[in-house]
């Protein structure tokens, strides 16, 4: 509910609301990621209200604190802007800025271009967390719902996970709530997981839930 009426004051004062620039950056992250069609920098500043000069040195920011991440970001004539980079690596990003910027900026991509329904996706991890005896803190909920729903729009990135962790945490996962809890989420949403895909939305749980097992 609480999710349901931020998304809703967001929406309604989205026309009002300016950006500031790491806001910006994280929203040219989340069109570059999200990207189906073709991207140009003409997009980002009819969608960002601000000029051609601004969004270019947005993108030079932007560009240098994904290094961090041994993520490029490169532009070609059929796509615009791509990400070039661990897919990994491209989703930690993602992780470090949800929370760290302001949740806004989410609402507003994902009403913009009518991506998703953050409330159903709100309502069903409640209602998995709960038959699973798993307990998210407030803030921690909304992250993974805002990961969650970023994630799905770009499935392909599912397709690219090369994730592991060592033999003797990996025959612990099967026991976890987080890993049954992740088994039965993306069965009801529909995307099939593989063994990649399972274990490192399960170390993501890991990292944002609190349930009766923890793994150091």
């Known amino acids: 509910e609480a999710l349901s009426a931020l998304e809703q004051i967001y929406i309604q004062h989205n026309e009002e609301y300016i950006f500031n620039q790491e806001e910006r950056e994280f929203y040219i992250f989340l069109s570059i990621l999200s990207n189906r069609d073709y991207l140009t920098i003409y997009h980002l500043t009819d969608e960002l209200s601000v000029g051609k000069t601004t969004i270019a040195s947005d993108i030079k920011l932007?560009?240098?604190?994904?290094?961090?991440?041994?993520?490029?970001?490169?532009?070609?004539?059929?796509?615009?802007?791509?990400?070039q980079g661990n897919a990994v690596s491209i989703l930690d990003y993602l992780l470090s800025q949800i929370g760290h910027i302001n949740a806004q900026v989410i609402t507003v991509f994902c009403h913009y271009h009518a991506l998703c329904d953050l409330q159903n996706y709100s309502d069903l991890i409640r209602q998995l967390s709960v038959s699973r005896?798993?307990?998210?803190?407030?803030?921690?909920?909304?992250?993974?719902?805002?990961?969650?729903?970023?994630?799905?729009?770009?499935?392909?990135?599912?397709?690219?996970?090369?994730?592991?962790?060592?033999?003797a945490l990996l025959c612990l996962l099967p026991d976890l709530n987080e890993y049954r809890f992740a088994i039965e989420l993306f069965e009801t949403i529909g995307i099939p997981l593989t063994p990649e895909n399972l274990v490192y939305i399960t170390d993501v749980l890991i990292g944002i839930s609190t349930s009766d097992i923890h793994i150091n």
């Open 133 to 167: 005896n798993m307990v998210f803190v407030e803030n921690r909920l909304e992250k993974f719902v805002y990961f969650l729903a970023i994630l799905l729009v770009n499935t392909d990135l599912l397709d690219q996970l090369d994730f592991t962790l060592p033999d």
């Open 62 to 83: 932007l560009k240098e604190a994904l290094e961090l991440y041994h993520i490029s970001v490169e532009s070609n004539r059929t796509t615009g802007y791509i990400l």
